[in-house]
T-cell receptor
């Protein structure tokens, strides 16, 4: 149980285009989803927290107009990198938090998405 | 402001010996600490956790120790196995229980277990 699917796993795009990354909880309802970014040999940096049906809360220094986060349902959150630049190239990871039908709490990470902007 | 720090970027140990990974934090409001293991191009997987009201938690080969006065925790792996080779992140959050409180991650330590 507690499976989070993140798609695509790898994406290459041209500078100036927008890229959407999806994060789905497959067997539980995720009331909260987190989006992280990892630079090479660096920590996982929390970008934003999204709660289903409400606006995402962005961490200090993260441009909300650049990184659009939508959490329209209890099983899906999307991160859209708008007008991508080479410096946006990174590894993006989502995690989903919620509860199983049993009532047990769960927090699971997706496998990550490698974005390369040319 | 790095609230959770892992000062050793890498660690190499022999198979069968003990691996000790260290983590320091600055925010005394953290209530819960977790260790994650991560392989390249994959998401972190949960290993073990400890609440701030305890000083030790053990799960098989993994033991986490917490020293609140020193704001320090450590993960002990014994005996170490080659399959343990990965990047280990410590993480902290405020609030007991629940999964919806945000995690603050350390910078990670690359563990290499030599056969």
């Amino acid at each position: 149980g507690a499976v989070v699917s993140q798609h695509p796993s790898r994406v290459i795009c041209k500078s100036g285009t927008s890229v959407k990354i999806e994060c789905r909880s497959l067997d539980f309802q995720a009331t909260t989803m987190f989006w992280y970014r990892q630079f090479p040999k660096k920590s996982l940096m929390l970008m934003a927290t999204s709660n289903e049906g409400s606006k995402a809360t962005y961490e200090q220094g993260v441009e909300k107009d650049k990184f659009l986060i939508n959490h329209a349902s209890l099983t899906l959150s999307t991160l859209t990198v708008t007008s991508a630049h080479p410096e946006d190239s990174s590894f993006y990871i989502c995690s989903a938090a919620g509860t199983f039908s049993s009532g047990a709490n769960v927090l699971t990470f997706g496998a990550g998405s490698r974005l390369t902007v040319l | 402001d790095q609230q959770v720090k892992q000062n050793s970027p890498s660690l190499s140990v022999q198979e069968g010996r003990i691996s000790i990974l260290n983590c320091d934090y600055t925010n005394s409001m953290f209530d819960y600490f977790l260790w994650y293991k991560k392989y390249p191009a994959e998401g972190p997987t949960f290993l073990i956790s400890i609440s701030s009201i305890k000083d030790k938690n053990e799960d098989g080969r993994f033991t986490v120790f917490l020293n609140k006065s020193a704001k320090h925790l450590s993960l002990h792996i014994v005996p170490s196995q080659p399959g343990d080779s990965a990047v280990y992140f410590c993480a902290a959050k405020r609030g007991y229980g629940g999964a919806t409180n945000k995690l603050i991650f350390g910078t990670g330590t690359l563990l290499a277990v030599q056969p």
